[in-house]
């Protein structure tokens, strides 16, 4: 048994006998994990957290090499993100960035940069304005962490790659889409011309949609902090890619009912 010290985000916890819990984590070091922590719950509790949902922790465990359920001995809160306790549409935004990853990673599978980008997108919901986007641009970047980054080079149909150079950004797109491209959730990411007519799903998105899509995924990741996408953008690509998300993840995210309903709320005043 290993003893393993690292920060970790708590994803949800749910109750266990009278007075201890199950944790589940994602960790910088050793990825998802599921904990177990006797006795936090008692009131003579001698952790220095309750590991509460959406707070970063400092903690040690014993990784269990045959069982997937680890013991936590210590756990210390580091950080809370206090406006995302305070604030309901600041809260269903994270609380749905943290669902991404519950369905989406392996358990006990490291990926410190994914641990990172979450770190940074909680506190970009705090200080940020409008909380939708840094939970677009972290969905983005984590689908592309993860291995599920949209086809956005060649026809996710067919192959065919096309370059076009537009002033300023290189896209490697397809001709037959100048102006407007064709995403498909469905195939995976840009049909060309000749398949557009076999995916009856095809969603356009702008070339400037497109660039940020690029970006985001790209190389030249500087941080979350460095992206801002205009309202226009967001919309446009807030629908085809959860519904990518969902295609591609098989996951269920029942965070985005939530979502949903505050958006129509403040669409209707
Ligand atoms: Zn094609």
Redesign the pocket.
């Known amino acids: 048994m290993a003893i393993i010290k690292t920060q970790a985000i708590v994803l949800k916890t749910k109750a266990f006998r009278e007075t201890s819990l199950i944790a589940t984590l994602l960790t910088e070091s050793n990825g998802r994990i599921q904990v177990l922590v006797k006795g936090i719950r008692s009131k003579n509790n001698r952790y220095n957290s309750c590991l509460q949902p959406l707070t970063l922790n400092k903690i040690v465990f014993y990784q269990k090499k045959k069982s997937d359920l680890h013991l936590a001995t210590q756990c210390e809160l580091i950080k809370r993100f206090e406006p995302l306790h305070k604030d309901l549409v600041k809260m269903a935004y994270a609380s749905f960035c943290l669902e991404i990853i519950d369905r989406t990673t392996q358990e006990n599978d490291p990926n410190a940069e994914l641990f990172r980008l979450l770190v940074d997108t909680l506190r970009q919901i705090c200080t940020q304005k409008d909380a939708e986007n840094p939970a677009l641009v972290f969905q983005v970047r984590a689908l592309h962490l993860l291995g599920f980054m949209p086809q956005l080079k060649f026809?996710s149909?067919?192959g065919?790659e096309v370059k076009i150079h537009t002033p300023g950004v290189r896209i490697h797109a397809l001709r037959e889409c100048v102006g407007k491209f064709s995403f498909s959730p469905e195939s995976g990411g840009l049909?060309?011309g000749?398949?557009l007519r076999k995916d009856s799903k095809v969603q356009p998105i702008s070339k400037g949609a497109l660039a940020s899509l690029l970006h985001i995924g790209g190389k030249e990741w500087e941080g979350i902090g460095r992206f801002n996408l205009s309202k226009k953008i967001i919309d446009e690509l807030k629908k085809p890619i959860l519904d990518f998300t969902r295609e591609h993840t098989q996951a269920e995210l029942r965070t985005l009912e939530f979502i949903e309903k505050i958006q129509s709320k403040q669409l209707n005043g």
């Open positions: 026809c149909c067919c065919r049909v060309c000749a398949c």
